[in-house]
């Protein structure tokens, strides 16, 4: 093809590159043009071996189902493909096992960094990482010691405390996801000692921990009703249960905000277009997958970077006040 072009190999190489920089926009489109009509594609493999990068980032979460983790992912791959990089995501369904072999996969597809969204408390993946030099993010969930993107999710606890707190609520019961991930630990942390701070604390028997998602959130809901005396208000860690822990309170035959307020986590669109509006904490999704690739990119480039913790924001709605129906 450089024959044909009349250009040295390392011109037509370069032309054909993401970055054709000392190429004239010329040679540029003649290269480009003649690889199109002899459907010549680079193979990105042999390049990945000449310059030590595959351009490959790779993403592990949960699951790609949760609307949060998918709005995160897409927020990833934008970026990354904005910053000359592919993405390949995977999903773990938070099982030990499965992020073992799905992380091992990546580990052989020689990924540039890795963007990891399902770590746990125990985990020894990540100190794996760091231990063999692999750049890596955590995103939405953090773990002391490693880079991570997330939201000031005991704060964001607090947050939903403070509401409940001034609408008069005093016997409350938290859905608290996974204590294991720092999600389901901070978000109910927050919330609990903002009760305690109260004089109102709330009693373990009112703390129900049975996983994150729909199904999750209902299991849950029927269990805090069923105590014998149930709670006025229900703060649920992310929104998918919460949306679980409103069919319990409608199968229980109670009112949303009237015999029960409820609070979700993430503020995903869905949470304002409900029959009755979800009252959430707001977590800045799409910033969280920009800037931890933007975080990435630094490891990869050897640099440093930091930490960050993005603000939380509580939207009132119709399930905790009667003003936003």
């Known amino acids: 093809m450089a024959r044909h072009a009349q250009v040295h190999v390392s011109t037509a190489s370069r032309a054909l590159s993401d970055d054709p920089a000392g190429i004239s926009t010329e040679t540029v489109r003649r290269v480009r043009e003649l690889a199109a009509m002899l459907g010549y594609h680079r193979n990105l493999g042999a390049a990945g071996l000449r310059t030590g990068s595959s351009r490959l980032i790779g993403v592990l979460v949960p699951r790609l189902t949760d609307l949060a983790l998918a709005t995160i992912y897409e927020s990833i791959d934008a970026a990354a493909e904005s910053a000359g990089y592919s993405t390949v995501v995977a999903n773990t369904f938070d099982d030990p096992g499965h992020r073992r072999a799905r992380l091992d996969a990546m580990l052989s597809r020689r990924m540039d960094g890795l963007i990891i969204g399902d770590s746990h408390i125990g985990d020894t993946a990540d100190y794996e990482l760091q231990s063999r030099g692999v750049p890596y993010v955590l995103v939405m969930r953090r773990l002391e010691g490693h880079l991570s993107v997330a939201t000031d999710d005991e704060l964001g606890g607090r947050l939903a405390a403070q509401h409940l707190l001034e609408l008069g609520h005093r016997r409350v019961g938290v859905i608290a996801g996974d204590l294991l991930a720092s999600t389901g630990r901070e978000r109910s942390q927050g919330f609990r000692r903002a009760f305690e701070a109260a004089g109102y604390p709330v009693e373990d028997p009112y703390v129900v921990s049975t996983g994150f998602g729909t199904a999750a959130g209902r299991v849950a809901g ?3 009703l069923a105590l014998p005396e149930p709670p006025t208000a229900i703060f649920a860690v992310d929104d998918l249960t919460a949306l679980g822990a409103m069919g319990a309170i409608r199968a229980a035959g109670k009112r949303l905000r009237e015999d029960v307020a409820l609070i979700g986590y993430n503020d995903l669109l869905l949470a304002d277009n409900l029959p009755v509006p979800l009252t959430s904490v707001r977590s800045d999704l799409k910033a969280m ?25 509580l939207v009132p709605r119709a399930t905790t006040v009667a003003d936003s129906l």
């Open 222 to 224: 029927e269990q805090l």
């Open 289 to 313: 997958g920009r800037l931890s690739v933007e975080a990435l990119l630094q490891g990869i480039g050897g640099k440093t970077a930091s930490s960050t913790l993005l603000p939380p924001v």
